[in-house]
Every structure is written in structure tokens, then in C-alpha cells.
């Protein structure tokens, strides 16, 4: 079945659905000399941990309770960051499964000392699984696509997901020929 905006519904049909707004949002942090790696830029350990900061908000805020990070994928670093830099982290819940959601972030920097627009230094998707008190899966709203960037996103996570069971099952599949001849300990 899918809604108006083309998009399947998940069989989370009795919980009501939430638009992408609801949960979008931005982190911003200026960059100091305590981020730096070896080179003097940000490192990029230092990105990747408000990437899943600003993620791990958005996930709680759709599934109305906590949410665990369940991987990241294609996390590029597009451009250096310095030190005096505003970074802002931008997050949005792309696609909900019925446990399971991708958040897909933008990471901007604000040159402190030119009068530039931010540029795009990063990009990277999560996915998250909401979980109860006792850290099992529970069940997510779908989310519900607002714009074609919202509907074109949705399709992309679905493209992203295919990949990602796909090359889990073709992992699994190798270790246990590999045990079943012997040739893994």
C-alpha cells in the first residue's frame, strides 16, 4: 500500500505516521584547538561524534524514545575543518522500517574568518533502532516525505538498505562456506 506521496507504508500502520519536519535538526559547535588532530585541522573522529550526536536527536525525536546507533554508512569528508570554524550538523529521519530508521546528515562549516556561505564539508547515514528500557527493538512511526527532496531521500535509503542486507547476506553466506570447508577457525 503507499500514501499520497507514493511512498510504501511500513506495517507500523496503527502507530500515526510523522512528517520529516517533525524531527529535523540542527547542532552547531565551534571548533578549538582541543578537535585538532596531527595536521592541525578537525579530526575527523571529532565530526564523526557530532554526526552521531545530532543523528541519535533526530532518531529519539521520531521514535519517541530512545534510539541505539545501529551502523553508519558513507561517512565523506568532503572538506578540512580548522579551528575557529562554526560547524553545523544537519539531520533528518530519510526512511523508517518497523523498527529501524536511516537519518541522514549534512555537516556545514562557517569560515570564521571569511564572509562566505557555510560550505559542505561532510555528509553521512545512519541507522538507528529504537529500543525499549530493557534495549529490545520497538516499533517506529513511518515517517511521512513532505518534498521531493523528502521523497527522493526516501527512495535512496530504500536503495542504501537493499545494499546493505544484500552485502550482510553475501558476508554470511562466505563465513559459513568458509567454516563448513574448514578454512575459518
Known amino acids: 500500500m503507499t500514501d499520497q506521496a507514493g511512498v510504501v507504508e511500513t506495517d507500523s ?10 524531527s529535523r535538526t540542527t547542532l552547531s559547535h565551534i571548533m578549538t584547538h582541543n578537535d585538532t588532530n596531527l595536521l592541525g585541522t578537525v579530526h575527523g573522529g571529532v565530526i564523526m561524534k557530532l554526526v552521531d550526536d545530532a543523528a541519535g536527536a533526530v532518531a529519539g ?5 530512545p534510539a541505539v546507533t545501529a551502523s553508519m554508512d558513507e561517512m ?10 562554526l560547524v553545523h550538523v544537519k539531520a533528518q529521519v530519510n526512511w523508517t522500517g518497523r523498527t529501524s530508521m536511516e537519518v541522514g546528515v549534512r555537516v556545514l562549516a562557517e569560515r570564521w ?3 562566505t556561505p557555510p560550505t559542505q564539508v561532510g555528509s553521512a547515514y545512519l541507522v538507528f533502532a529504537a529500543v525499549d528500557a530493557d534495549g529490545r527493538p520497538r516499533r517506529v512511526p513511518p515517517v511521512l516525505p513532505e518534498t521531493e527532496k523528502d521523497r527522493r531521500r526516501y527512495q535512496e535509503a530504500q536503495i542504501r538498505r537493499t545494499h546493505r542486507l544484500a552485502r550482510r547476506r553475501e558476508i554470511m553466506e562466505l563465513r ?3 567454516a563448513a570447508e574448514g578454512l575459518d577457525d
Open 76 to 85: 565523506a569528508f568532503l572538506e578540512p575543518v580548522r579551528v575557529g570554524d
Open 113 to 115: 574568518n571569511e564572509s
Open 176 to 178: 559459513e562456506k568458509r
Open 13 to 22: 500502520a496503527d502507530i500515526p505516521g510523522k512528517p520529516t519536519s517533525a
Open 61 to 65: 525525536r521520531h521514535s519517541g524514545g
